[in-house]
């Protein structure tokens, strides 16, 4: 049987760090690269939900998310002027895992590197996978100049991975949803300790905890697609698609600085049928599947994908197509059930109007705590 003895993983991101953390820990030989020239990321935050801390447990670095992080264990909505429409406790978590727990993403990286490096994973910046040729083997060019053998390629290179195009053609393209997402941090005042949303007509803002100091607002909002903003008119942009908000949200707005790093990203979905492999190239993470952040389940899927992988690639005595093929079909249906559920959300929020939304909030006082509850339950079983 085909014993994987030397794997290389494209994207340094939380997916692939990951990864190479889980599979190094595992006994086998990892690289890898990452296009990027140094491990920069966003300046904002991220939420990790209780099913990602479960991940992170296993690649023994929950303590260190937590002594950095902010836990919290709710979520309140609310209306556009600050109101509050329905308080929903997270059912996440349990037997020492927190519900939820918010921390700056340059933080949540570091950690992952942390992890890979000391399980013996090698990083490379500035070099990608330029081809692969299957001969029994994965005989891998990299930009750099490098021909390596490996027994496994895995793509953990983003929503627009350039294996998937490689693998597929433009066949599973990133679908554009008409929405995007801009993120700011912001200094977070000492009562706001949980996760909280405000619906407007056609806009969603929220705000999430990331530290003693920190939490980061977020506005989901209609934007062109293909949109290029000019990063200098981020602010003043953010300013003036704030204006529905009063309340905390309000004041975030009037309080934004020309200097603040406000990152605007649009929100497209891919979802790759099973099985996720074409010869010795494995997808993973949001090249496979990528879904819009309505339940912060992003960066949980690809650290679930990490640490599924060894599980079904250790098992040496079974080909490694149906290893792969197992991995595959593990995964497809609890990724599709997030990109599904964080879609209808995105969805039936952007459809309230004038017209409709008493109506709206009256079904989300008597409907939400309910639906998170069942979304919960599902998150909660394993990977």
């Given at each position: 049987?085909?014993?994987?003895?030397?794997?290389?993983?494209?994207?340094?991101?939380?997916?692939?760090?990951?990864?190479?953390?889980?599979?190094?820990?595992?006994?086998?030989?990892?690289?890898?690269?990452?296009?990027?020239?140094?491990?920069?990321?966003?300046?904002?935050?991220?939420?990790?939900?209780?099913?990602?801390?479960?991940?992170?447990?296993?690649?023994?670095?929950?303590?260190?998310?937590?002594?950095?992080?902010?836990?919290?264990?709710?979520?309140?909505?609310?209306?556009?002027?600050?109101?509050?429409?329905?308080?929903?406790?997270?059912?996440?978590?349990?037997?020492?895992?927190?519900?939820?727990?918010?921390?700056?993403?340059?933080?949540?990286?570091?950690?992952?590197?942390?992890?890979?490096?000391?399980?013996?994973?090698?990083?490379?910046?500035?070099?990608?996978?330029?081809?692969?040729?299957?001969?029994?083997?994965?005989?891998?060019?990299?930009?750099?100049?490098?021909?390596?053998?490996?027994?496994?390629?895995?793509?953990?290179?983003?929503?627009?991975?350039?294996?998937?195009?490689?693998?597929?053609?433009?066949?599973?393209?990133?679908?554009?949803?008409?929405?995007?997402?801009?993120?700011?941090?912001?200094?977070?005042?000492?009562?706001?300790?949980?996760?909280?949303?405000?619906?407007?007509?056609?806009?969603?803002?929220?705000?999430?905890?990331?530290?003693?100091?920190?939490?980061?607002?977020?506005?989901?909002?209609?934007?062109?697609?293909?949109?290029?903003?000019?990063?200098?008119?981020?602010?003043?942009?953010?300013?003036?698609?704030?204006?529905?908000?009063?309340?905390?949200?309000?004041?975030?707005?009037?309080?934004?600085?020309?200097?603040?790093?406000?990152?605007?990203?649009?929100?497209?979905?891919?979802?790759?049928?099973?099985?996720?492999?074409?010869?010795?190239?494995?997808?993973?993470?949001?090249?496979?599947?990528?879904?819009?952040?309505?339940?912060?389940?992003?960066?949980?899927?690809a650290l679930e994908d990490a640490v599924v992988l060894p599980e079904e690639l250790l098992k040496s005595d079974v080909p490694l197509a149906e290893r792969l093929r197992?991995?595959?079909?593990?995964?497809?249906?609890?990724?599709?059930?997030?990109?599904?559920?964080?879609?209808?959300?995105?969805?039936?929020?952007?459809?309230?109007?004038?017209?409709?939304?008493?109506?709206?909030?009256?079904?989300?006082?008597?409907?939400?705590?309910?639906?998170?509850?069942?979304?919960?339950?599902?998150?909660?079983?394993?990977?």
């Amino acid at each position: 049987m085909d014993d994987v003895k030397k794997v290389l993983i494209a994207g340094a991101g939380v997916g692939g760090l990951g990864a190479g953390a889980a599979l190094a820990d595992g006994g086998i030989d990892v690289e890898i690269v990452e296009v990027k020239p140094e491990p920069n990321v966003y300046g904002v935050g991220i939420n990790q939900p209780a099913n990602s801390l479960r991940a992170l447990k296993a690649l023994g670095v929950l303590e260190e998310v937590c002594d950095v992080g902010y836990e919290f264990d709710r979520w309140k909505f609310h209306d556009a002027h600050g109101n509050l429409v329905v308080d929903v406790p997270s059912h996440l978590g349990g037997n020492g895992i927190p519900p939820n727990e918010g921390l700056t993403r340059r933080n949540l990286h570091d950690i992952l590197i942390g992890a890979a490096e000391r399980a013996g994973a090698r990083i490379t910046y500035s070099t990608t996978v330029e081809s692969v040729e299957d001969n029994g083997t994965a005989q891998v060019r990299l930009s750099d100049g490098r021909e390596e053998e490996v027994d496994l390629v895995v793509a953990f290179d983003g929503i627009n991975s350039a294996q998937r195009k490689r693998l597929f053609g433009d066949e599973y393209d990133p679908v554009y949803t008409g929405y995007g997402v801009w993120r700011v941090t912001v200094p977070r005042p000492e009562h706001i300790t949980y996760g909280a949303l405000y619906q407007s007509t056609g806009a969603k803002a929220g705000h999430i905890p990331l530290s003693q100091e920190l939490m980061y607002l977020l506005l989901v909002h209609p934007e062109p697609h293909h949109a290029r903003f000019d990063r200098s008119q981020h602010v003043d942009m953010l300013r003036e698609r704030l204006a529905p908000f009063d309340g905390i949200i309000g004041d975030i707005r009037e309080n934004l600085r020309d200097s603040d790093d406000v990152v605007y990203s649009p929100l497209s979905e891919v979802m790759l049928p099973a099985p996720w492999f074409k010869g010795r190239v494995l997808l993973c993470g949001g090249a496979a599947h990528a879904c819009t952040p309505h339940i912060t389940q992003g960066a949980a899927m690809a650290l679930e994908d990490a640490v599924v992988l060894p599980e079904e690639l250790l098992k040496s005595d079974v080909p490694l197509a149906e290893r792969l093929r197992s991995f595959s079909e593990r995964r497809y249906p609890r990724a599709k059930f997030v990109q599904d559920v964080s879609r209808g959300i995105l969805n039936s929020e952007m459809q309230i109007n004038a017209e409709n939304i008493d109506h709206a909030f009256a079904h989300m006082k008597e409907e939400l705590p309910g639906q998170m509850a069942g979304v919960d339950a599902f998150l909660n079983q394993p990977a």
